[in-house]
């Protein structure tokens, strides 16, 4: 997996937005994603892992293209796509799609399941009608939805076949990487599981990588091979599912898999040690953005960022104490 | 060993729309002793929201509610006066902290207005039907919501008191919610998915708070999640519930160690922590407005057979202290 050139690379990305004071003038910048370096291999699944305003969907948006990096390179299949005008990397990005968190909402209500499957590749192919209905009815056919659907609207279908449908309308152009913006989030357990088995499904058929964004731990523990956890707009740990998860060196990353209930497990209730909230993205602390909760914190932490060191493992860590 | 605090028996409720009449909650019968922490859990649409709201007295306009009995604390609610409930039960004697600590606010008046609004009514010191709010009473009460957002564990209560909802994070809001639930000192609290909305440090933080106050205080809590996780943190006991009908009730332990209905046991299956979990639950949740007649998992049923499909059976207990309403549990020995 190491000796194939990464389909995605990211280096020192960053996002940021101007902060507005009341007469429009820009005061700061929020940081959404503040110097990210991450690659992702042929056919892997990444998860991205944090807490909400940690950036992950800002970072998944900014591959997409739809926000557009602030700084830093983004190389796709070879191709520099960082910081290209939408126009400019709409051809290099149509084998990169991006799935959005509620297929539900992001359903045209007025058009019929047929019609926005069909869409994608009236904009970006010049296939005849004929090739594409039946594009259409082989990848309605793989998601495992019946034909009659296509005829229905969105809002007649359940959560679990709108995720289907989303994920079908990502099918539709072949993509080779998927970024998945909680796929999972808002459905139940049974219905969730049956999406799960069906993303590695297509996975495997239509040799898909995965950019998998969610906040889910256990659902992340389950499908993807590395994970790299966020907080507050930076990678703290990123490795392999089963290090991270099993001996956690960041201190963050230690109390969001301590937070976790687990069914049969030791009642979280009684051990979690960490307090407080995450600070404002506005208003950062200096050096080590979690050092405000961190109970190893030390002066050295105010004063420098840690960066992300390699560890023996293979594993990176932005933590000055971690070994 | 406790005094049963709440009982629900056959309780039925039905919602008038525009495509028919649903029955959204099926004969479901249900009891909590005082002081324990008893979980809904089922998944979206099961009728955990709608037992919560009808136990409170909280359903909407066009619900119609009938039921054998409904009991708290020696009164029956189904047959209690609505003036009387709205006096001395809903928002004293059973409070509710609801799912969405973002929405429940009134962006417009400051915490400290909103607490105070309650205590004015529902403050422990005020008899019921009293229209004065005393100097006295306004200072006492003053003291007392202090003590309690400091019991929640808020920093500087006073200045607390003087921000807008909006100036606080979620979890700083759900803990106002909680402790605005305690202040009325109840003997129950509803709470409605209360950790859904908030990131999972923040939830253990809150579940370990909620957990911590109802047994230092002795209120028996209403939990709906449809997170089994969650539950498995707080609750003593758990009923699971779907498509409006109760299917088992167990103590913690037992319900997660030996499930005997089989919709608990695939639900339990499509844990993301488990090893079968990519398994799901095949088929869908009927509708509420045409469900099948009988025991309305059965179309998802591995077990179904012909009595299943008829009837949905009576509560029975096949192990001490285990109900189920199935025709099909599986009943394990415990291994010695």
């Known amino acids: ?323 | 060993m406790n005094a049963e605090l709440l009982s629900v028996r056959d309780l039925s409720v039905e919602f008038t729309t525009e495509g028919g009449v649903a029955r959204v909650l099926d004969a479901v019968s249900l009891a909590l002793p005082a002081g324990e922490i008893m979980g809904l859990v089922g998944e979206s649409g099961c009728g955990k929201t709608t037992l919560a709201r009808a136990i409170l007295g909280a359903l909407p306009a066009n619900a119609r509610m009938s039921g054998t009995a409904l009991r708290f604390d020696g009164r029956d609610l189904l047959a209690l006066d609505p003036r009387v409930a709205a006096d001395e039960v809903r928002g004293r004697a059973i409070t509710f902290v609801p799912q969405d600590p973002f929405s429940s606010f009134n962006p417009l008046f400051t915490v400290g207005d909103q607490i105070s609004e309650v205590l004015r009514w529902k403050s422990p010191d005020c008899p019921p039907g009293e229209r004065i709010y005393a100097r006295s009473r306004r200072r006492s009460d003053r003291a007392r919501a202090l003590a309690m957002l400091r019991a929640v564990q808020l920093p500087d209560p006073e200045r607390l008191l003087t921000k807008y909802p909006h100036e606080l994070s979620g979890g700083q809001r759900q803990r106002v919610m909680i402790a605005m639930a305690l202040l009325p000192e109840p003997k129950l609290v509803i709470a409605d998915e209360p950790t859904t909305a908030l990131d999972v440090t923040i939830q253990a933080q809150i579940l370990k708070l909620l957990r911590g106050l109802a047994n230092e205080r002795g209120v028996s809590v209403l939990f709906t999640t449809h997170d089994l996780g969650t539950a498995w943190e707080i609750c003593d006991r758990v009923t699971v519930m779907y498509a409006g009908q109760a299917l088992e009730t167990a103590p913690i332990g037992s319900f997660f160690r030996r499930p005997m209905v089989p919709y608990t046991r695939l639900l339990l299956d499509s844990l993301p922590s488990r090893d079968a979990a990519l398994r799901g639950i095949p088929g869908e949740v009927p509708s509420l407005i045409a469900p099948p007649p009988g025991c309305r998992f059965a179309p998802r049923c591995p077990l179904a057979d012909g009595p299943c499909r008829a009837s949905h059976p009576p509560p029975t207990e096949p192990a001490p202290d285990h109900q189920v309403r199935c025709h099909h549990p599986r009943i394990e020995t415990v291994p010695a």
């Open chain 1, 1 to 323: 997996m190491t000796d194939a050139a990464p389909i995605l690379e990211l280096r020192a990305v960053e996002t940021r937005f101007p902060l507005r004071n009341a007469w429009g003038r820009q005061t700061d910048w929020l940081r959404a994603v503040d110097g990210v370096s991450l690659s992702v291999a042929r056919g892997e699944i990444l998860g991205v892992v944090g807490e909400s305003g940690c950036g992950k969907t800002t970072l998944g948006k900014t591959i997409a293209g739809i926000h557009r990096a602030s700084a830093g390179d983004i190389s796709f299949e070879g191709n520099e796509i960082g910081g290209l005008s939408p126009t400019a990397g709409r051809a290099l990005r149509r084998r990169l799609q991006y799935c959005y968190q509620d297929p539900g909402a992001s359903l045209d209500p007025h058009w019929k399941i047929g019609r926005a499957l069909e869409e994608p590749l009236v904009i970006h192919t010049k296939m005849a009608a004929g090739e594409r209905r039946a594009r259409v009815r082989a990848v309605l056919a793989a998601v495992g939805l019946p034909e009659t659907h296509l005829d229905l609207y969105a809002h007649e279908i359940s959560g679990g076949q709108q995720r289907r449908v989303g994920l079908a309308r990502i099918l539709m152009l072949r993509p080779s990487l998927v970024i998945l913006d909680e796929p999972t989030s808002g459905l139940d357990v049974s219905v969730q599981a049956t999406v799960l088995r069906l993303l590695l499904e297509s996975r495997a058929r239509f040799d898909l990588t995965y950019l998998f964004i969610s906040h889910d731990l256990a659902v992340v523990r389950l499908i993807a091979h590395r994970i790299a956890v966020m907080y507050l707009g930076k990678v703290v740990e990123t490795g392999a599912t089963e290090a991270v998860f099993g001996a956690p060196r960041h201190p963050y990353t230690q109390s969001l898999l301590a937070a976790v209930p687990v069914v049969g497990g030791a009642r979280v209730t009684e051990t979690f040690w960490l307090e407080g909230e995450p600070p404002s993205p506005t208003n950062l602390p200096t050096g080590c953005h979690f050092r405000t909760r961190c109970p190893r914190a030390e002066a050295r932490c105010a004063a420098e960022a840690p960066a992300l060191r390699v560890l023996a493992d293979g594993r990176r860590v932005a933590c000055h104490f971690a070994e």
